[in-house]
């Protein structure tokens, strides 16, 4: 192993510690929304600022390291998808610390049952494997883990589709719940973006690894029928 | 867009062909010349050529007997013109090259030095016979005649040393003195083992050039005949240049002195062949030695 | 930080050229210091200072001080050179082993400053062989001639001849630009893990070389140190717009 491999483990390891804080934040939001716990979501946008920190820091660390090291192939390419990587979760975060914000909003608690129907803890739930499971894809180099990312995501878009049809219907249902039924709304679309940002991941992934650029291609079945 | 002149490549290739084989020739004709040379000589010569010849003294007036004390006189000269010569020369060309640091008094030097090569050497043997045998009263010896032999090949010596060691890269030297070594040290372990080699092939043009040179012993120590073999220093001695010319022009009866002659040339050229060769293979254990040590 | 050498005001002239201007710097101990410029521009002639190799060449003149922990190095006296030159070690451009065995190369710096023992000297031979990464593929052969050996390994056989007395600073002038890459891979894995024990300063015209292995960088332009500063800042954001000319290629 020669000095480059130690450096490019120490960066993969400092991404994999924001994956952490990430990952702890989406669990929390959970928790939060499903217990309408105001004093989590506090703590979930106090923390919003240790995420940010992070992504300056990987940030300098890519661009010092793409400056002193010039790396070239496999190495090149590790160090631009690890630059994006590196916004992506940071917006996840930030789109978490959002949703934390809304529960901080509200008043009242919500009904459950709204939650539970426009799916949103379905939602959050599958959009925290997701980022759980990118970050083995890219600790351990599998892509096939990556690939699998998609079809998830597909699954979100569904739910964000069906989801105005189903807060028309708790409107009806919930008359003194409307702006709890807006916000979980709103949250909704926000867990869609998430989804959408784990795309982006797993075709950096993909990049870095296979060196095929996934991205803005209408070839998805095709290249999962590969595997 | 340039258009080149045709043939010109056909004619690049003649050119270079004739001058390749102009080249050749020539080599070859100066080979000739030298196999030429040696046979004109062996030829004559070998007829006289016994063990006799060569482990006896003339006698009869030089028609019979041998030419011993001749080879062992220029065996004599050559060894002291040698012992003298080349640790100053060698000192002399250590200093020129590795220590006069100043451009001008190296250049001053060097004009010297060529001055002193571009000597005659009839005119050395004048000054040897005015300074060593006359104004130190030496008288003709081979202690006079090796010191005038001497100046002759010395500035032979201190060219090819001085070339040799400035043949030396100077990275070697710097790499040792950031060792911390001093000048010496560093000339005593790296530079002159790698020059040595070049410096023995100084050594032997030195040998070769000193060994027939008939001008300088004339007058400083060569004698026509001696009874017998020189004893000391301060005696005379038989030389094979001198013996040659004089057998060839004087004597008693040149005709049948003749085949004398050519044998005694025969033995000078046959004692510089062996030396050459001698001093190839030292030159070659040399370098070996000096990549391992 | 300790500071190993530091240099203040200092003017260098051959004859009539004035060669440094004014240089002033602090380099710290046991890291990698890079001196990049243009041919010319007196990075080597600085490199030079520390070890008194300009002393060699005729007309040279010095003023202001050169600092080795602390001790001005001109205003020794002429016998301290050689324990200066102990303390500071220098590798050169075109790999130069002496003609003798691999074995004899690595103890001439032992035998030079009065090591006789044996024993002693055996050891040290293996242990710098072992520091230089050479020692595998020589152990079998320390008698054969050092000429036998590649170029990037008699280049690293320099480099334990120049460690084998122990210095504390080794100079590097240019160490890998006349080998092939990969035998430049070897010595620059071999810098990073000689900077554990020794302050390291290395003299190159491939930018390339110094980002990668030099933890602070001094950029030289006519004789004058235009910027020094940690090799990240310069080669990031150079704070001086000569120096960012030159590193992305846009000099002259």
Known sequence: MIHLDA????????????????STQLDKTLTAMNNFDKDLALEIQENEKRVNAYELNIDKECEDFIALRQPVATDLRFALSTLKINTNLERIADIASGIAE??????????????????????????????KDLREAYQYENTQLARTIFQRDKLLDQINDQASH???????????????????????????????????????IIFYLDAKVVK???KLKELDKEE | MIKFPEHVDVRKRIYQAIFFWLARLISLAIIGILIMILYFIFKRGAGVLSWEFLSTGPKEGMMKGGILPAIVGTGYLVLFSILFAFPIGVLAGIYVNEYAVHGRVKNFIKTMT????????????????ALFVNQLGMGASILAGSLTLALLALPLIIRTTEESLKSVDDSFRQASYALGASKLYTIRKVVLPMAFPNIITGLILSIGRVS???????????????PKLPGSLMDQCMALPYHLYVISTSGTNIDQSRPVAYGTAMVLVLIILVVNLLASFARNYFAKKVKTN | MHYKIETKNVHLHYGDFHALKGISTRIPEKSVTALIGPSGCGKSTFLRLFNRMNDLIDGIKI??????????IYKIKSVEVDRLRRNVGMVFQKPNPFPK???????????????????????????????????DEVKDKLKKSAFELSGGQQQRLCIARALAIEPSILLMDEPASALDPISTGKIEELIFELKKEYTIVIVTHNMQQASRVSDYTGFFLLGDLVEFDETKIIFTNPKDSKTESYITGRFG
């Not at chain 1, 939650?115 to 739930?125: C, D, F, G, R, S």
């Not at chain 2, 060529?114 to 016979?129: C, E, H, K, Q, R």
Request: hydrophobic share 45%; proline share 2%; with cysteine.
């Open chain 3, 101 to 135: 065995s691999i074995f004899e190369n690595v103890a001439y710096g032992l035998r030079v400053n009065g090591i006789t023992d044996q024993k002693q000297i055996q050891d040290q031979v293996e242990k710098t062989l072992v520091q230089a990464a050479l020692w």
């Open chain 1, 102 to 131: 809304f529960i901080s909003d509200i008043d009242q608690s919500v009904n459950p049952e709204i939650i539970h129907h426009l799916q949103a803890e379905k939602m959050l739930a599958i959009s925290i494997e997701m980022v």
């Open chain 1, 7 to 22: 450096e490019i483990n120490e960066l993969k390891e400092k991404l994999g510690a924001m994956w952490e804080l990430v």
């Open chain 2, 114 to 129: 060529n001055n002193l090569a571009g000597v005659p050497s009839i005119v050395f043997g004048l000054f040897g016979m």
């Open chain 1, 166 to 204: 189903r807060a028309i219907e708790c409107l009806d249902k919930f008359a003194d719940q409307r702006r709890q039924t807006l916000h979980v709304l709103s949250i909704v679309r926000k867990i869609e973006r998430i989804g959408d940002q784990s795309k982006n991941i797993a075709e950096e």
């Open chain 1, 216 to 218: 803005h291609t209408k």
């Open chain 3, 63 to 72: 003023t202001g001080e050169v600092l080795i922990d602390h001790q001005n």
């Open chain 2, 212 to 226: 027939g040179e008939t001008a300088p012993i004339l007058f400083t120590v060569a004698a026509y005949f001696l």
